[in-house]
């Protein structure tokens, strides 16, 4: 299996997660990850279907509070859920584009804590 975190095509199995789930091994970043790494059900408790329900029920303009209260799952259960739908479909779109250059207007805050490190701010490639 790939690296999900460096693309290293030479990772090897690792024993298995405590939910049985088979985790990897990368030698060229040292990392450990599980085949759930970057999916809607890393580090989650629910299932496959509880996660359709929720996210057809939000898609259908039910309130995250009945949502909740239908799916017996916590509140804050089908907000992260929801949230993680929507930031797969942010990463996939980002990935998408063609670029050379960004623009880092609103990393600049976070940057300019760190006095010295980098030159003006705007653009950089
Ligand atoms: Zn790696």
New binding site residues.
Partial sequence: ME??????PS?HKHGKAPNGSQRYF??????T?NERFDTMYYHRHVSEEQIRQVLQAHSEGRSLRGISRTSILAYNTAVSLVRAAAQLVHNAQVQAVQTEAVSGDELWPFVAKNKGSIGAPGRWR
């Fill in positions: 690296c999900r975190l460096c693309g290293c990772t990368c030698p060229q970043c040292q990392q990850f």
